[in-house]
């Protein structure tokens, strides 16, 4: 364990030039945008195509679906429930 740490502060240790240390900085601003900016997964993809269906399912079991009753549950149920709905 002693020599993996000592091999840490050498290389901390070790001059950089500002090129080369701009050029890390400015990689891991990139890394990090783009990790911010990410896609969601294909799980969540699947998740969110399924929830308005699941909605209109489970407020089709209360009410009729022409009524104004349904209309508010199911408003109710993406807003609450569905990601972006």
Do not use: H, I
Not at 26 to 38: F, I, K, R, T, V
Request: charged share 20%.
């Amino acid at each position: 364990m002693n020599t993996k740490f000592d091999e840490l502060t050498k290389a901390m240790a070790q001059s950089v030039t500002r090129r080369a240390a701009l050029k890390k900085f400015s990689l891991g601003l990139a890394g990090m945008a783009l990790a911010m900016l990410g896609l969601p997964n294909k799980a969540s993809a699947v998740t969110l195509r399924k929830c308005p269906d699941q909605c209109w399912r489970s407020c089709r079991k209360q009410f009729p679906v022409a009524s104004a009753d349904f209309e508010a549950c199911y408003e109710w149920c993406l807003v609450e429930n569905c990601p972006f709905g």
